[in-house]
């Protein structure tokens, strides 16, 4: 399992998420995934604790190949802007392209939380939060939402999650990782595994 404590103290811990079902030129999806960890580490991201590997079926089903995901928590002293734009970076340097709403992709990288921060307001969280499936299929926010408004519907996020932070408490819903995980149906959970 890959896991780190940091020695480093820092304001802010932030949670992401990471994912594959595309290998790039030189990695596999799993190897792509391994790799961030490495790469989202510099002077102002220290890695806290990465989840294992999960095999995930891609979402929405039929997108595309199935997924290997994970999540890591980290403490930086970057700001949310900041700190997702180096996740683009990232995703760019291991070949991602962004090509439509939920295409397949070598490296996706979301910023799930920074802090316990609610942005850019409470309003706008809740209209994505609220959003229909079929909406959320074609439409893209113009600013960037924390906490991500699809955390507590995703397995392929909250297994992993609850892994390395079961006590991680949501900054709207006020759910920990583990009562959402608790939440979801056993067909919202098929397919997940560790690899």
Not at 65 to 85: F, H
Not at 120 to 142: A, G, R, V, Y
Request: proline fraction near 6%; charged fraction near 25%; aromatic fraction near 6%.
């Amino acid at each position: 399992m890959l896991q780190g404590i940091s020695r480093h103290n820092s304001d802010t811990k932030a949670v992401i998420a990471l994912g594959s079902n595309v290998a790039s030129t030189t990695l596999s999806s799993g190897g792509l995934v391994k790799a961030a960890f490495s790469a989202v580490e510099n002077d102002s991201v220290r890695l806290v604790s990465a989840s294992r590997l999960y095999a995930t079926p891609c979402v929405p089903e039929g997108a595309g190949p199935d997924y290997v995901n994970a999540v890591a928590v980290v403490e930086t002293d970057l700001s949310a802007e900041a700190l997702l734009a180096r996740l683009h970076e990232i995703e760019k340097e291991f070949e991602r392209r962004r090509e439509g709403r939920w295409a397949s992709r070598t490296l996706d990288l979301d910023l799930l939380d920074h802090g316990g921060h609610v942005a850019p307001n409470l309003e706008t969280w809740q209209q994505w939060h609220d959003l229909p499936f079929e909406q959320q299929k074609t439409l893209f926010p113009d600013c960037m939402i924390l906490p991500h408004p699809r955390i507590q519907d995703r397995a392929f996020v909250l297994v992993p999650l609850v892994e390395i932070a079961p006590d991680w408490r949501h900054p709207v819903l006020r759910r920990s990782a583990r009562e959402l995980l608790a939440e979801l149906t056993e067909d919202q959970l098929a397919g997940i595994r560790a690899i």
